[in-house]
Every structure is written in C-alpha cells, then in structure tokens.
T-cell receptor, first 114, second 112 residues
Framework: NAGVMQNPRHLVRRRGQEARLRCSPM?????VYWYRQLPEEGLKFMVY????????ESGMPKERFSAEFPKEGPSILRIQQVVRGDSAAYFC????????????FGSGTQLSVL | GQQLNQSPQSMFIQEGEDVSMNCTSS?????WLWYKQDPGEGPVLLIA?????ELTSNGRLTAQFGITRKDSFLNISASIPSDVGIYFC????????????FGEGTQLTVNP
C-alpha cells in the first residue's frame, strides 16, 4: 500500500511563474490536507478537501493560491505568479475519514522561487 | 491565529539519557498529537491523545494530555541515535474542525 505521493519533490520557479504541486492520497483516502512549512518552523494549515469539495480553506492566501481534488486524479495545489516568500516545503496529508490519528503525510514538495 | 508554544527549541543529549519536551497554549484543545520529522520527509505520528489527563506510551515514548487541556508533554527514555530529528506537537481545537495547529518543533540531537 503506497503512502501519500507528492511530486515533484523539488520545484524551482522564477518569480511570476506558476507552480503546480501534486498529491496522490493513500488508497481509500478521500480527505486531503495541504500544509506549508517555512524553514525552522512548524507546519501551517492551508486547505482541507474531500473529493471535489473544498471543506476548509481558511489557511490559504486569498490571492494566487488555489487547490482542487477532482473526482479522478491527484489533488493539485496551484500557486500563480510566485514570489520569493512562497519558497517553502508544501506537505500533503490524507486520511480515510476526519479522525486525525489516521492522517498520513507525504514527503513534501520543496518549492524554491528564484 | 491560535499558537502552540513548544519548548525547548533544541536539545543536545548523550545516548541513553531521557528527554522531555512540552507544548502549552492559551487555548483548549480536543486532541493532542506528537509527530517526528526527519530531514526531507513529512511528519510521522508518534502518539495521539484524546482525553484530559490521558497518559499514553509507545515503546520508549510517553506523552500526556494536560488536565487543563492547554498543554501536553512528550518524554523519550533511554535515547538512541535514531531518535535524532524534529519533534512537533500538534493540537486540534474544538472549533477548528479537522485543522491541526503545530508547535514550532524541538530539534533533538543525540550524541553516541
């Protein structure tokens, strides 16, 4: 049973470009969460999705950031017109239900904005 | 937003020593979780706590959910080199749904 798969592991973008981060949840998991981690800090919640629905996006910046979890395919976190401050590790986590002890994290995507 | 104060920020210990770290908050949490993160990887769950006063062990790890619901501690006994990593507490507020609030982490270094 493969874990939560994130790709790419490393993504380099120039200011103004778009970044697309992908997350394939564990098999049987329909709940997906995105967290952001700055160097030497804890993870910060961004968004919580269930299949085709955004449940809680209270942690996501209002502009330039969007997330989706389509019926088929991985969850996508999209950052438009990236700025240097977007440089961070972005982690996806999935669970089969809302109980947090069943939450598994992926290995993250390290985004570097030049 | 809600904040968890985790301490210490870093620890340098000798193999075989015991370790203790804690998290405090001004808010009441429904659930406390402790994670370990290795470099370049995502956090891995160590222990989950659900009830005030609950004391739970997982091998050499022991964690407790504070009586006030505003704090938790994690103890590691007889540390070994593979305990090296960053330990995070995370809490779920009653009003936050499935959203977790993470502490800033404790960087543990174990000298052989």
């Amino acid at each position: 049973n493969a874990g939560v798969m994130q790709n790419p592991r490393h993504l380099v973008r120039r200011r103004g470009q778009e970044a697309r981060l992908r997350c394939s949840p564990m098999k049987g998991h329909s709940h997906v969460y995105w967290y952001r981690q700055l160097p030497e800090e804890g993870l910060k919640f961004m968004v919580y999705l269930q299949k085709e629905n955004i449940i809680d996006e209270s942690g996501m910046p209002k502009e330039r950031f969007s997330a989706e979890f389509p019926k088929e395919g991985p969850s996508i976190l999209r950052i438009q017109q990236v700025v240097r401050g977007d440089s961070a590790a972005y982690f996806c986590a999935s669970s089969p239900d809302r109980f947090l002890e069943k939450l598994f994290f992926g290995s993250g995507t390290q985004l570097s904005v030049l | 937003g809600q904040q968890l104060n985790q301490s210490p920020q870093s620890m340098f210990i000798q193999e075989g020593e015991d370790v203790s770290m804690n998290c405090t908050s001004s808010s009441i949490f429904n659930t406390w979780l402790w994670y370990k993160q290795d470099p370049g990887e995502g956090p891995v769950l160590l222990i989950a706590l659900y009830k005030a006063g609950e004391l739970t062990s997982n091998g050499r790890l022991t964690a407790q959910f504070g009586i006030t619901r505003k704090d938790s501690f994690l103890n590691i006994s007889a540390s070994i080199p593979s305990d090296v990593g960053i330990y995070f507490c995370a809490g779920q507020l009653k009003t936050s749904g499935s959203r977790l609030t993470f502490g800033e982490g404790t960087q543990l270094t174990v000298n052989p």
